[in-house]
C-alpha cells in the first residue's frame, strides 16, 4: 500500500477521509503509520486491496526497472581482488564470534558492566575553535592520536588529541567540505607520503592527502555536484565517495581511476560506509532510502525502507551484520542483514540524527597492509585460549581476559549526534540510553569514538569542536595559540 510520505499531504489525505490530522504527542511518522491503517481498513472493507500511488507527481504510466551497464575490466578486477580480501576476513570474523559465544554469561555481564561504568562517566574535556566555518565531520586517526576535522571553509585540519593543538592545514578544496575519512593503516605504519586521508567537497572533487605536503596527493574528478561523505575500503585500496549527483562512486587509489559510477537512488546520496569485511557498502540518500550493495557482484543486498525523511548518517556494527541509520524524522534505525528487516527504532533527538558511528577497537581481524595497499594479506586467525609456553598460567588467564576483553568491547556502544546539540551514546546490544552530553551549539554535524575508548569528539555548526573522555582517565590541556581561540 502506497501512501504520502510528505507530512503535509499526510494530513491533507486525514482531513480529506474524515480523521483528525494530529494526535497529542503525535511525531510525523506515527502519523503516517495511522494514515496506513485508516486506509488498509477503509480498503478491507470495500474489498479493494489496491490503492493509487502518491508517493510521487510522476506519471502513473512511468515504472522504475532495474537496469545493469556494462563494467570496465580494472572494475571486474577489483571485485576480484575485494573477494579474495573480504572472504578470509568474513570466515576469521564469524570464528571470532563463536568463540566469544562461549564467553560465560557472567563474564559477559562483567564486561558490560565495566564498560558502561566508564562510559557513563564521559564529560566534556575540552573544545576548540576548529575554522572559520562549521565543522562538518571529525574523524579519530586509527591510532587515535590526531583528529581530522573538515569545514565549510574548504580546509581539513590535523590536530593533536588531547591536547587540541594544531599539526597541519590542507588546503585544496575551493567549497565547503563534506566528509573526511583515514586510511585504515594511517599513523599504524602506512607510510606518510603515502595516501593517508580522503576528503569530498562541494567543488565535486575527492582529494587524497599525504601527512607530509598540506596539497593534495591527488585530485579524483568525476561527480557532476556536491560531494558529501566519503569512506576508505577496509583494504586501503579504494574509496567510495558519496553526491548530490544521485551516485556514489568507487574509486582506486592507487591509479585514482574511477572505477564504479552506481545509481539506485532518486534524490542526493549523502552518506556511504564500507562493512568491515570489505565485501558490503551502504549508501543512504535524501529520498529516505538505504541500499546495501555487494562490491563482488554489484547487487542491490538489502534495501532500508523505513525513514520518512533523509538519511544523513549510517555506520555498520563491527559484528557484520548490523546497520545503523540516522536520518531527518530524528530516530535511529537499527537494521538485520540476515532477517533483512529494521530491528529496532530509537526516538534518539529532538531535531536531525546528523551522524552515528560504533565504537571500534583495534582491527584484530587484519594484518598489517602496506605499500600503499597495493597488496592485501588475509588476515590473522581468531584468538584462541592456548597458553603461551613464556606465561604462567594465572598471568596467561589475565592476558588472555584482557584481550577477551578488549575483543567483545568492539560493538558494544555506539554514539550518535543531533541537531538538537545533543551527543548521545547507546548500548549496541538492548539499544538503551547510557549517557547524554551537551555541546555549546545548536546543531552538532558529526561525532567520533577514538580506537583507544579514551576519547569522543563533536564537530559543531558553531565552527568548533570538542572533546569528551572519562575524567579520571584523560588530562586534558589545551596550549593556547596566539591565532586560535580557545
Not at 567549497?175 to 576528503?199: F, M, R
Not at 553526491?243 to 585514482?256: A, E, H, K, Y
Not at 567483545?408 to 555506539?414: K, M, P
Request: hydrophobic share 35%.
Amino acid at each position: 500500500m502506497a501512501v504520502p510520505t510528505d507530512d503535509g499531504r499526510v494530513k491533507a489525505k486525514l482531513r480529506e477521509i474524515g480523521e483528525p490530522i494530529t494526535l497529542f504527542g503525535e511525531r510525523a511518522a506515527d502519523r503516517r503509520e495511522r494514515l496506513i491503517y485508516v486506509l488498509s481498513q477503509i480498503s478491507a472493507a470495500k474489498g479493494d486491496v489496491e490503492m493509487e500511488d502518491e508517493t510521487s507527481d510522476e506519471s502513473e504510466d512511468e515504472k522504475v526497472e532495474e537496469f545493469y551497464t556494462p563494467g570496465s575490466l580494472p572494475l571486474l578486477e577489483s571485485r576480484r581482488r575485494i573477494a579474495e580480501f573480504s572472504l578470509p576476513r568474513a570466515k576469521d570474523r564469524v570464528a571470532q564470534q563463536r568463540e566469544e559465544s562461549k564467553i560465560p554469561l557472567n563474564r559477559i555481564l562483567d564486561i558490560r558492566k565495566r564498560v558502561f561504568a566508564e562510559v557513563k562517566t564521559f564529560a566534556n574535556l575540552g573544545s576548540q575553535i576548529g575554522d572559520e566555518r562549521p565543522i562538518a565531520q571529525v574523524r579519530f586517526s586509527p591510532n587515535s592520536k590526531y583528529l581530522a576535522t573538515g569545514s565549510w571553509s574548504g580546509n581539513v585540519k590535523l590536530w593533536n588529541v588531547p591536547a587540541c593543538t594544531p599539526v597541519k592545514t590542507f588546503r585544496g578544496h575551493s567549497d565547503k567540505v563534506g566528509g573526511v575519512a583515514w586510511h585504515p593503516q594511517a599513523t599504524l605504519g602506512l607510510g606518510e607520503g603515502l595516501a593517508n586521508l580522503v576528503s569530498g567537497a562541494g567543488d565535486t572533487n575527492v582529494n587524497l592527502w599525504s601527512l607530509e605536503s598540506e596539497t593534495p596527493l591527488a585530485v579524483m574528478k568525476g561527480h557532476q555536484d556536491r560531494v558529501c561523505r566519503v569512506a576508505f575500503h577496509p583494504s586501503g585500496n579504494y574509496v567510495a565517495s558519496a553526491s548530490f549527483d544521485t551516485t556514489w562512486r568507487l574509486w582506486d587509489v592507487n591509479t585514482q581511476q574511477e572505477l564504479l559510477l552506481q545509481e539506485g537512488h532518486s534524490k542526493e546520496v549523502y552518506s556511504v560506509e564500507f562493512q568491515d569485511d570489505g565485501a558490503l557498502v551502504a549508501s543512504g540518500g535524501l529520498d529516505a532510502i538505504g541500499r546495501v550493495w555487494d562490491l563482488r557482484t554489484g547487487r542491490t543486498a538489502m534495501v532500508l525502507d523505513g525513514h520518512v525523511q533523509c538519511i544523513f548518517s549510517i555506520a555498520f556494527s563491527p559484528n557484520g551484520y548490523q546497520i545503523c541509520t540516522g536520518a531527518g524524522d530524528d530516530t535511529m534505525r537499527l537494521w538485520d542483514l540476515r532477517s533483512l528487516k529494521s530491528l529496532y527504532t530509537i526516538p534518539a533527538h529532538r531535531s536531525n540524527v546528523s551522524d552515528v558511528r560504533f565504537f571500534r577497537g583495534a582491527d584484530l581481524l587484519s594484518d598489517s597492509i602496506l605499500n600503499g595497499g597495493a597488496k592485501m594479506q588475509s588476515p590473522s586467525p581468531a584468538i584462541k585460549a592456548e597458553p603461551d609456553d613464556d606465561l604462567q598460567p594465572s598471568a596467561f588467564r589475565e592476558a588472555f581476559e584482557s584481550r577477551q576483553s578488549e575483543q567483545y568491547r568492539s560493538g558494544l556502544y555506539l554514539a550518535s549526534s543531533g541537531y538538537d546539540g545533543l551527543v548521545k551514546i547507546w548500548s549496541a546490544d538492548d539499544w538503551q540510553l547510557l549517557r547524554t552530553l551537551t555541546t555549546d551549539a545548536g546543531k552538532v554535524m558529526s561525532v567520533d569514538l577514538s580506537r583507544d575508548a579514551k576519547l569522543l569528539a563533536s564537530g559543531t555548526y558553531n565552527r568548533n569542536f570538542q572533546l569528551y573522555g572519562p575524567d579520571d582517565v584523560v588530562d586534558l590541556t589545551i596550549k593556547e595559540d596566539p591565532k586560535e581561540e580557545v
